[in-house]
């Protein structure tokens, strides 16, 4: 009964992983290709973590 109020820790990585790739983008487009790597690291970094939670879910 009580998990009914838990947040899906998936749903929260995807909100952070889609904002830190349109934060990316927008320093792509500016030129800033180094802050782009940065910001792309740390979305891959949480896209795995992402894929390690849907595994366990399975």
């Known amino acids: 009964m009580f998990n009914l109020f838990k947040k899906d ?3 929260q990585l995807n909100k ?3 904002a830190l ?3 990316g983008m927008k ?3 500016n030129g ?3 802050r782009y790597s ?3 690291e740390k979305a891959e970094a949480i896209r795995l973590s ?3 939670l849907e ?3 399975a």
Do not use: A, F, T, W
């Open 9 to 11: 820790p998936v749903k």
């Open 38 to 40: 940065e910001i792309s």
């Open 21 to 23: 790739l349109l934060e």
């Open 27 to 29: 320093y792509q487009r």
């Open 50 to 52: 992402i894929d390690e």
């Open 16 to 18: 952070e992983y889609q």
């Open 32 to 34: 800033d290709i180094k």
């Open 55 to 57: 595994k366990s879910k």
